[in-house]
């Protein structure tokens, strides 16, 4: 059975959807549209405790069950970035090289940028090699700093 429900953050307001007993999806819900009414459930409200301790800046990791759908490629990519600490951040190139194809690095972008998972599974914690910050689907490059000054003053 799958179910969705809304939650307001410091990022803006994050749809998080559950199927089955798992997350399977969070991201950046469109403030200006309507918020379409969801039904929540164990896993959600889960979620969204475990969220809003991470805001809190109490929480570093998550534990909450989740299962997120993609290729294999960007099975593997997400595995990753779930072992990249709280806090610290690497580089698109560093990605590639820790998943062992060092000349995949826009390979490894792509799937970054397919994350489905926000937050749980920590793309926003990629940068560019020149440290500026590249693009963020949770929200745009504002979210992203925001996010990292978060895990920075808490770390």
Known sequence: ??????MVT??????????????TQIHVADKSGDLAPGASSKVIEQCKREL?????????EFTVPM???????????????????????????????RIG????????????????LMLLIPCHRVIGADGTMTGYGGGGTGNKEWLLNLEKRNG
């Open 1 to 6: 059975m799958k179910n969705h429900d809304y």
């Open 10 to 23: 410091p990022i803006g307001w994050l749809k998080i959807e559950d199927e089955d007993g798992y997350i």
């Open 52 to 60: 809003s301790e991470y805001f809190a800046g109490t929480r570093t």
């Open 67 to 97: 299962k997120p759908v993609g290729t294999p490629f960007r099975q593997q990519v997400w595995e990753e970035l779930k072992r990249i600490k709280y806090g610290e951040v690497i580089s698109y190139k560093e990605l590639a090289a």
């Open 101 to 116: 194809n060092p000349k995949a690095m826009r390979a490894v972008g792509g799937a970054n940028a397919k994350n489905p």
